[in-house]
Structures are given as C-alpha cells and as structure tokens.
C-alpha cells in the first residue's frame, strides 16, 4: 500500500488532467488489495467508458466506493451472513467493471448504480447514475484527507442474487422465466410472448412486475419482519401496491378469510316464452351495413411506469407445485392492471395456470415452500397454460 501511496504522490493533483488508466491504474490496484482483505479473492477492477467530466469523480469517488469496507459489510461473519457469504463464493467474480450511464430516464434518476450479471459469468458490472454525481470525494482512496464513497453491499448482493434464500420465506422476491404477456409489437392485436418478470411474495399476495423491486426476502418467521422502510409490520401496507397513480387496491381474499358470500340461488322466470309465428316474408337482399362488422379490439396496454406493478396472484383457492426449476400455479386467481386514457383498469380472472421458471431447483422449491406455509395447498388443477 505504501508503495500505491508513493506511486499516487506525484499524480494525485493532474487526475482531470491526465486519459484513464494513467491514473486510475494505481487507485484500481489499491482497490484491489482492498477488495482481497476484505473477501479473501483475487479480483480485477476495471473501468469501463467514463466519460471525460466523470474521470475525476470515478478517481476519487467511484472507485472509493469500491474500496471501502462498507460495501463489503454483507460479507461479515454473523448468522444473518451466511447465505450471501455462501451464494459469493459460489458466484466465483474474478472482475468488477465499474462504468457510467449518464443518459437515464427520468424515473431513474434516484439510482446510485446498477449492477449488471449475467448467470454464470464471472465479471459483475457496476453501472454508475447521474445521481452517483451528486456526491463527491474531495481525495482519492490512497490520499490523505477526508474521503466520501457510496456504499455499494445493496448493488453487489441485488445484482449478483445473493438474497436468493432456500426453504420456506414470508418474504420471497426473484426473477421468474416463461411468463407469457402481451406484446406491444406484436402484428396480431394483443398477442403474447414469454417473458422474464419479477415476482415479489409478501406472505398473503404475490405481485409481479417487469423489473426487479429490491427488499423483500425474509426467511420464514412467526413474528413478521418490519417492512422495508424499517415500520413494523401491518397488513394494509403489504396488500398495497405502490406506484400506481390513479388506482384504488381492488378487495384481495386471503386463505384464512375465505370469500363466503353465497351465489344466486334465486328460481328462474316461469314467465312462458313467446311462440309467435317467425315471418314468411323474403329476406333483405341489401348489402350488409360496414357498420356491423366486428371492430379490432383496443391493444391492451401495462402501466407505463417502469417500476409499476403490472397485477398480482390471491392466495386463496391457489395450487402449487415445484417440478424441477419450474414452478407451476394453477386455479389461480389473477387481477390485471391496464392503462387506459390515463387510469389503471383492472381485469380479474379465475382458474388460471402458469408454468413459470425459477432460477434454479432449490428456488423453485423454496417458492413451493413459502406459498404452502402461507395456506396454499400442493397440487395441480391441470389445464392449458394461461395467457395474460
């Protein structure tokens, strides 16, 4: 390290100055001895298109962020740990990139960086926002003086999926696979392709959303865990669904209050029908009105908002079963959001199947698991799989 410090010396001051590399080379090195005390592994850090007016920050701030000891805290050896720690050394990362995205939609503009991992890679990319910007170290991490970093433990354990927890959950969130939904590009309006989703487990509901919503995984309980803004836990808040502008929360059944209004059991009209003659004169032979033709049906529409729910799954009456990675929900009943003319709509259906792909076996498992400890019973109805 004395050595990194004496080769920073003479260059520390010309970082604006200087193309990337010259100087971040010694500052991603010290990274690197950082990250090695810290977890024990030999990993590279790179940087990746940093833009001119980021090269300063990524020296000074960026890679801090990477070096610190707080950013590796999820890796402490303590009960709460010992997942993460074991899904880490299973993930074997041998790089982490660190790069810069400054061109963000608006709805993103809260988010410090974004991890990038795909299964079975060893290279993690940690993807810095506009936001990352707003907050500045005065010194780089071998410089003496006061130093700021972000804190990156939450985009390490979200991106490479250290939360994936096995056996039975009250909270359960993860990717699932083969979730068949509409596709706006379709020709054919309202046809569907499969897709990757979102599904987050609250104990009495799961939602489902395009992309990932960080929190909820919480291995199994009887004294509820507080919800993710650190308020104890109560009911209304884990059945509500967040942001949805210009939605009321339909009624959800839940398996221990079970929907038991009796169906009409009223008696038909005996009121005789009409036996009159059918008419004998000569049919119209016009042509028929264009008007009468069937109309194409309006494309159906998800909320707009990148984080915003695109319906949820009730409890209640739901069959599950675990069959390999795949985990299959039948009789199940599902509430659609729409958007339509600027409100959300919601469109219920009943005795719905899905045939969904978790990330793995033990996972698929550990969603069977949760969703029976929750009231579901194990099994299979059958049917076709359903489309959205």
């Not at 939609?105 to 940690?126: C, F, H, N, Y």
């Not at 003086?145 to 433990?153: A, F, N």
């Amino acid at each position: 390290m004395d050595a990194i410090r004496n080769a920073m010396s003479s260059v520390s001051d010309a970082v604006s100055s200087t193309v990337a590399g010259a100087v971040e080379r010694p500052l991603l090195a010290a990274a690197e001895a950082e990250i090695k005390k810290h977890t024990g592994m030999d990993i590279e850090v790179e940087t990746e298109n940093v833009p001119d007016d980021w090269k300063v920050w990524m020296a000074r701030t960026g890679i801090n962020s990477i070096a610190n000891e707080d950013t590796w805290a999820f890796l402490e050896d303590n009960q709460w740990n010992a997942r993460k720690v074991e899904l880490w050394k299973e993930r074997a990362i041998t790089k982490i990139v660190l790069s810069v995205n400054t061109e963000v939609d608006q709805e993103d503009r809260w988010i410090v960086a974004m991890p990038e991992w795909e299964r079975g890679s060893k290279t993690l990319k940690l993807v810095f926002y506009p936001y990352a910007g707003t907050w500045e170290s005065d010194n780089t991490w071998v410089s003496p003086g006061y130093k700021r970093w972000w804190v990156l433990g939450d985009e390490i354990v979200f991106g490479l999926q250290l939360y994936q927890l096995p056996g039975k959950c009250f909270y359960k969130s993860d990717w699932m696979e083969d979730f068949e939904d509409v596709d706006p590009d379709s020709l054919i309006p309202n046809g569907t392709k499969k897709y990757k989703r979102w599904f987050q487990f609250r104990h009495w509901i799961i939602y489902w959303y395009p992309n990932a919503m960080w929190g909820w995984n919480w291995a199994y309980t009887k004294q509820p865990p507080k919800l993710p803004d650190g308020s104890l836990f109560n009911l209304n808040a884990v059945l509500s669904c967040p942001s949805l502008p210009d939605f009321k929360m339909p009624a959800v059944r839940l398996p221990s209050l079970p929907d038991i209004s009796l169906p009409d059991v009223s008696l038909p009209s005996l009121e005789m029908p009409s036996i009159s003659a059918p008419s004998l004169s000569a049919p119209s032979l016009s042509a028929p009105s264009l008007g009468s033709l069937p109309s194409m049906p309006d494309r159906l529409q998800r909320p707009k908002g990148k984080w915003a729910c695109h319906g949820f799954i009730e409890l209640t009456d739901l069959k599950v079963k675990a069959s390999g990675k795949d985990v299959i929900l039948s009789n199940a009943t599902v509430t659609h959001f729409w958007e339509k003319n600027g409100h959300i709509d919601t469109e219920k259906k009943e005795r719905q199947r899905y045939v969904l792909k978790a990330t793995s076996d033990e996972q698929a498992t550990s969603w069977k698991e949760s969703l029976i400890e929750s009231g579901v019973e194990e099994g299979d109805t059958g049917g076709c799989c359903t489309v959205a």
